[in-house]
């Protein structure tokens, strides 16, 4: 029981361990079944017959136990309310930050299903144009690294051999070296022009898809004087990085060193350009942002998935559900005992409430209670209702 009573050793509490906890109920229902066997209803002159006379109605021990058995409808899911208050108050304190999470869960989908929608959309609409194989990507930048660094190291190896601390030297070569790879990037402009010319279209043509896209489909109209600009501006870039070069290594290892690295300080720009225009593909890296815009709404998504607040509010909940169905099945079971206790009193003393019903009342209304339709419940704790008859009713309440 869960509250100590003085038919009862003690509380017994989940807490406990299974077997201490099993031993513990075990000795409660031996206590019990030996206060219903010392129960004794005093003999009347005027009991002779076996059958359980008419007159007889419940008896003070029947009211007894009926009483206990009520009792421990409502002792067990207060116990239970007891048991499950912590988890309630840590649901409870949890519920701000979880409705905030479901709020962005539910905004993180509608993202998630966005993103994939408009990366489906492109890829239907848009792949017949891609020209650039898979890996060229990471082939360019691998490739631009690698001019970058080498470029890098004979300005910043010229630098020292002149005379330069080294911490000095390596930001001015690392500069240089930036500034020829750069140099390069205008192939890739030079591509996208050439790409943007292949698939000009007028807009009458379009569909209505590719109208989503026009800018890819307009032939960069009007551009082509900014990009010979730019250009322009490249090949001064390589020219003033070569001749810097050239001087600052014919200073220090003489003439043909200069023009040596000098020499390799020009393709290395011009090599970054060519790197730069097999790599470039507008579409594709269109295709590209999109396909990384769906990653990210799935990686946030899963993210906010796997809040430990909306884990932890779950697990309280679901605890202190777990706690009532508990407490309140064995409530009804603790009932049903008492009955069962009742039930024993009158058969230990036939002589006075007869050994059974008379023939022709094989029913078993004679002495039966009144039970409350599911005794006490809680916090939605399912109940397990008792129907009675009228008759059982009339009889109950009957003296």
């Known amino acids: 029981m ?75 899911p207060a116990d239970a309310e007891r048991a499950a208050r912590s988890h309630r108050v840590r649901a409870r304190g949890l519920d701000f930050v979880a409705a905030a999470t479901d709020f962005l869960l539910v905004e993180s989908k509608k993202a998630v299903q966005q993103a994939q929608a408009d990366f489906q959309h492109a890829i239907r609409t848009l792949s017949s144009h ?15 690294l690698i001019l970058l660094l080498g470029d890098t190291a004979g300005v910043w190896s010229a630098a020292i051999m002149y005379g330069e601390l080294p911490s000095a030297a390596f930001g001015q070569a690392l500069a240089a070296g930036l500034a020829a790879a750069c140099a390069g990037l205008i192939g890739a402009e030079v591509k996208d022009m050439r790409m943007a010319a292949q698939r000009r279209r007028d807009v009458e043509v379009l569909t209505d898809d590719e109208r989503r896209y026009w800018r890819l489909f307009n032939g960069h109209r009007g551009g082509q004087a900014v990009v010979k600009l730019v250009a322009c501006w490249s090949v001064v870039v390589v020219a003033l990085v070569a001749v810097g070069i050239g001087a600052l290594r014919s200073s220090v290892e003489g003439s043909s060193a200069g023009l040596t690295f000098g020499l390799l300080a020009a393709a290395t720009a011009l090599a970054s350009a060519l790197l730069g225009y097999s790599a470039a593909d507008e579409v594709a890296d269109l295709l590209a942002a999109s396909a990384k815009r769906v990653r990210h709404a799935e990686q946030r998504h899963l993210e906010l998935a796997t809040s430990p607040t909306v884990k932890l509010r779950a697990e309280a909940e679901e605890a202190a559900r777990s706690l009532h169905v508990e407490y309140q099945l064995r409530g009804h079971a603790a009932g049903k005992r008492m009955e069962s206790l009742a039930w024993r009193t009158q058969w230990r003393n036939p002589q006075v409430a007869g050994h059974g019903y008379p023939l022709g009342d094989q029913s078993g209304q004679i002495g039966r209670r009144v039970r409350r339709a599911g005794g006490a419940t809680a916090h939605g704790a399912t109940s397990v209702p008792v129907v009675w008859s009228s008759q059982q009713r009339t009889n109950h309440t009957s003296p």
Request: hydrophobic share 40%; net charge neutral; charged share 30%.
């Open 2 to 76: 869960p509250l100590s009573h003085r038919l009862f050793g003690g509380a017994v509490s989940p807490a406990m361990p299974g077997w201490w906890r099993k031993w513990q109920l075990e000795l409660q229902k031996d206590a019990w079944t030996r206060a219903a066997d010392a129960t004794k209803l005093p003999p009347v002159e005027d009991v002779r017959l076996d059958p359980r006379p008419a007159g007889v109605g419940r008896t003070y021990a029947e009211e007894e136990f009926y009483a206990l058995a009520d009792e421990q409808e409502l002792l067990w």
């Open 130 to 144: 891609v020209r650039r194989e898979s890996g060229a990507k990471w082939r360019y930048w691998l490739g631009w």
